[in-house]
C-alpha cells in the first residue's frame, strides 16, 4: 500500500501532528472503508436450531416470515390491560410509516463482542405510534417483544423495555421503533427481516429480529434473553475504539499506516487517541500515568448522503454533531519515521464527557470497551 508524501501532508493538515482530531479524507491508495454495512455482510449473532434464517418456502410461509404472511400482534398479560389488541400485517405497517417513519444510522454491537457487527441506515415507524392505536391503557409497566421461534425454548429471544422508554424521551432524539428497510431495501430474513425491533442506544439483544409479538406488562423486571449469563441488560452502548487489524503485523519501510473503527455509543465521541510504545518485553498498564496519548485522525462523514431526513442530519445533509452518536466512525493513524523493533500501540476513545475508554463503566458484560494492544513490527 503505497503512502504518498501528498496522503502525508494532508494527514498532517488534518491535525495529526497538531494533536487534534479533526476529519480527513483517507490518504490516497488507500481504500475508503465504507460506511454503511451490506446487509448480507453483518456479523451475524442468532439463536436457534434451525435459526430462523435458514427456513425455506413453506416453512417461511408457515413462520409468517415472508411480507405477505407477517402479522405483528399487540396482546396484555398479568394485571396491565388496554382497549383495542392490535393485529397489523405489514402493509399496515408500511403505511404507517409514510406518516411517521424514521431513518436512523446505528451500528449494531452485541454486549459481548468487542466490536461493531455492521453498520446499517435503518427505516421503520416508532413503537409508540403503534401503542397510542391500543387507545387508553393501565397497570402496564414493561413491553416484552419476541422474535419468531419454533416453540423451542432454546430458541426464544426476547427483550423489553420500561414502558416509559417507548413513549418518552428528550426531543431531537429516537425512540424504539420497528424497522422494515435497511440501506433502503426491505430487510433481508437473514437481518431480522421482514420486521425487527431497533432501540437506537442499546446493544444488539434489545433489537429483536423476526419481530412478531409485542406484549404489555405489569411485570416491571427487565427479563430479557440476556438477563442471563451476568450480562447488564440495560447497558448503553459505548464509546469505544477497536483496531480493524488486532493480530500481529510486519510492516516495510515508509509510514505506518494503522486503521480502525469506533463505537460511538450514548457518551459520543471527542476524540481517538493512540499510545505508542516500543515493545521491550515488560508490561505496560493501560492506564499508565506516564503514557503519552496523541490524536488519530476520524474519517469526515460519507459525502453522499444528502438532505434524506436521516437523525442527526440538518435539512442540507450536514451532521449536526460528528461523529453521530450510535454509529460507527473509521479512525487512521499514520505513523512515520519509526525506527526498526518490535512496537505495542494501543488506542483509546475519550467521550463527550471526558472520560477515557473503558472509564466510567469497565464492568465488561454491560458492553466490551476494554482498550486493545496491538503488537506490530517495524522491518
Ligand atoms: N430473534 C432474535 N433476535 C435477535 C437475536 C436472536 O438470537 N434472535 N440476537 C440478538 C443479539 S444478541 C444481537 S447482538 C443482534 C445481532 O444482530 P445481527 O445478527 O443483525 O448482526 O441481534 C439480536 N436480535
Ligand atoms: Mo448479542
Not at 468487542?114 to 392505536?133: F, M, T
Request: charged fraction near 25%; aromatic fraction near 10%; proline fraction near 9%.
Amino acid at each position: 500500500m503505497a503512502v504518498t508524501r501528498r496522503d502525508l501532508l494532508s494527514l498532517s493538515a488534518a491535525g495529526l501532528v497538531a494533536g487534534t482530531a479533526r476529519a480527513a479524507a483517507p490518504p490516497d491508495g488507500v481504500p475508503a472503508r465504507p460506511y454503511l454495512t451490506p446487509a448480507k455482510d453483518f456479523a451475524d449473532v442468532s439463536r436457534g436450531s434451525p435459526v430462523p434464517h435458514s427456513l425455506k418456502g413453506d416453512a417461511l410461509v408457515k413462520a409468517g416470515l415472508t411480507p405477505a404472511t407477517w402479522k405483528l400482534d399487540i396482546t396484555a398479560e398479568d394485571k396491565a390491560t388496554f382497549r383495542k389488541p392490535l393485529s397489523l400485517d405489514f402493509k399496515s405497517l408500511l403505511r404507517l410509516g409514510e406518516k411517521h417513519g424514521v431513518k436512523f444510522l446505528k451500528a449494531m454491537q452485541c454486549n459481548n463482542i468487542p466490536r461493531p457487527l455492521g453498520q446499517g441506515l435503518w427505516e421503520g415507524v416508532p413503537l409508540r405510534v403503534l401503542l397510542n392505536l391500543c387507545g387508553e391503557m393501565n397497570n402496564v409497566r414493561r413491553v416484552f417483544y419476541h422474535g419468531f421461534h419454533n416453540n423451542e425454548p432454546k430458541q426464544m429471544f426476547r427483550s423489553s423495555l420500561a414502558l416509559s422508554q417507548v413513549l418518552d424521551g428528550p426531543p431531537g432524539e429516537l425512540p424504539p421503533f420497528l424497522a422494515y428497510r435497511l440501506n433502503g431495501e426491505p430487510i433481508p430474513l437473514v437481518r431480522g427481516g421482514p420486521v425487527r425491533m431497533i432501540v437506537p442506544w442499546a446493544h444488539g439483544f434489545k433489537s429483536i429480529k423476526w419481530l412478531q409479538k409485542i406484549t404489555l406488562t405489569n411485570d416491571h423486571k427487565t427479563n430479557d434473553t440476556y438477563a442471563d449469563a451476568n450480562n447488564d441488560p440495560e447497558s448503553y452502548l459505548k464509546t469505544a475504539a477497536y483496531f480493524d487489524e488486532t493480530r500481529h503485523q510486519t510492516f516495510g519501510p515508509g509510514p505506518v499506516l494503522i486503521r480502525g473503527t469506533c463505537m460511538v455509543g450514548w457518551p459520543g465521541l471527542q476524540r481517538v487517541e493512540y499510545w505508542l510504545r516500543a515493545d521491550d518485553g515488560r508490561k505496560a498498564a493501560d492506564d499508565d500515568p506516564t503514557a503519552e496519548w496523541k490524536a488519530c485522525v476520524i474519517d469526515p462523514p460519507p459525502a453522499d448522503f444528502g438532505a434524506r431526513g436521516i437523525w442527526g442530519f440538518d435539512d442540507a445533509g450536514k451532521p449536526k454533531e460528528w461523529p453521530l452518536r450510535y454509529s460507527i466512525a473509521h479512525w487512521s493513524l499514520l505513523l512515520r519515521g519509526l525506527k526498526p523493533g518490535e512496537y505495542e500501540i494501543r488506542v483509546r476513545t475519550v467521550d463527550k464527557n471526558g472520560f477515557a475508554q473503558p472509564e466510567p463503566r469497565p464492568y465488561q458484560k454491560s458492553g466490551k470497551n476494554a482498550v486493545q494492544v496491538k503488537k506490530f513490527t517495524r522491518k
